[in-house]
Structures are given as structure tokens and as C-alpha cells.
């Protein structure tokens, strides 16, 4: 179950982060690349707690 949130989780900052961008917010795009590194590796946990606890 926490994989499966911690998956949840990096797929909605993929989708939501991007936005952003093009919305042309004052966030920098050091941070936007921060979030989005961080939601890969984020979704990458998920799917290692996934596959161990199988």
C-alpha cells in the first residue's frame, strides 16, 4: 500500500508540475526540475517496496 501511494504521488507531480511551466508561474525551473527528479525517483521506491513485498 505505501508503494502503491508513493506511485500515486509521482504521477500526479508529473502531471501537475509541468503545468506549471506552461503556465509561466514565477517558480525557477531549478525547482521544477527538483520536483520532477524527485518524483521519478519517488515512483522508483514505490515500485521497489512493490516488488519486495511480493
Do not use: H, N, Q
Not at 4 to 24: G, Q, T
Amino acid at each position: 500500500m505505501v508503494g502503491e501511494i508513493c506511485r500515486e504521488l509521482a504521477v500526479l507531480v508529473l502531471v501537475f508540475v509541468p503545468l506549471e511551466l506552461y503556465k509561466d508561474t514565477g517558480i525557477s525551473r531549478l525547482v521544477i526540475a527538483l520536483a520532477i527528479a524527485g518524483s521519478i525517483v519517488l515512483a522508483g521506491v514505490g515500485i521497489l517496496i512493490e516488488w519486495l513485498r511480493r
